[in-house]
C-alpha cells in the first residue's frame, strides 16, 4: 500500500514562515480562548448508536444517542431574531424565531480535544445566566481552505460554522 503524498506549503516562504503562521494562531487563538471566553457546549451526534429508519436513513425522535457534550471557545455571532407568522394569511399567529449562530473556532482547539463538529450535532448556547438556546449546525465549514480563511494565504487555520435555530421540541439537553 503506497502512502499518501506529503506535499510541503512553502509558499510565502521568504516573508511568512511556518513560525509566523504558529505565532499568529497562537495570537488569536489567545484572544478567542482566553480574552473573548465565549463558551458553547457542542453535542455531537453518535452516529453509530443512533437508531435510523431503513428506508430512508432517517433518525427516530428517541432514537438519537449522543456523545458525552463537550465546551469549545469560539467567536459567536448571533443573527437578528426574525418576527415569522404561522398563518401566511392574516398574520394574526406571530411569533419571534431565533437568528442563526455563526462562529469561529481555530482547527486546533477541536485537535487538541479530539472532536469535530459535523452536520446535524447540536450547539448550546447561554444567552443569559438562567436562559441557553440551542441551534443545529447547517455548515460545518470543513472546506476551509479559502482566502478568508488561511493566514496570508499560507494555509487555514480556523472554520466559520454557520448553525440553525432549532424548536424547543426538537433537542433538550436535560
Not at 28 to 45: A, C, S
Not at 143 to 161: E, Q
Amino acid at each position: 500500500m503506497s502512502r499518501p503524498r506529503i506535499i510541503p506549503i512553502n509558499r510565502n516562504n521568504k516573508f511568512f514562515s511556518r513560525e509566523d503562521y504558529e505565532l499568529e494562531v497562537n495570537f488569536g487563538r489567545e484572544f478567542v480562548e482566553e480574552d473573548g471566553n465565549f463558551t458553547i457546549i457542542l453535542y455531537r451526534v453518535d452516529r453509530t448508536l443512533t437508531s435510523k429508519d431503513k428506508l430512508y436513513g432517517e433518525s427516530f425522535v428517541d432514537g438519537i444517542r449522543f456523545l458525552p457534550p463537550v465546551e469549545l471557545k469560539v467567536v459567536p455571532i448571533v443573527s437578528e431574531a426574525e418576527n415569522k407568522a404561522y398563518n401566511s394569511g392574516s398574520g394574526s399567529l406571530r411569533y419571534l424565531q431565533d437568528g442563526q449562530l455563526t462562529f469561529g473556532i481555530y482547527d486546533i482547539q477541536l485537535d487538541e480535544l479530539d472532536v469535530d463538529l459535523s452536520f446535524g450535532d447540536y450547539i448550546g448556547y447561554a444567552v443569559n445566566e438562567s436562559e441557553v438556546r440551542y441551534f443545529s449546525v447547517v455548515n460545518d465549514g470543513k472546506k476551509n481552505y479559502d482566502n478568508k480563511h488561511t493566514i496570508l494565504g499560507y494555509k487555514s487555520a480556523f472554520r466559520t460554522v454557520l448553525c440553525a435555530p432549532i424548536d424547543y421540541n426538537e433537542f433538550s439537553a436535560q
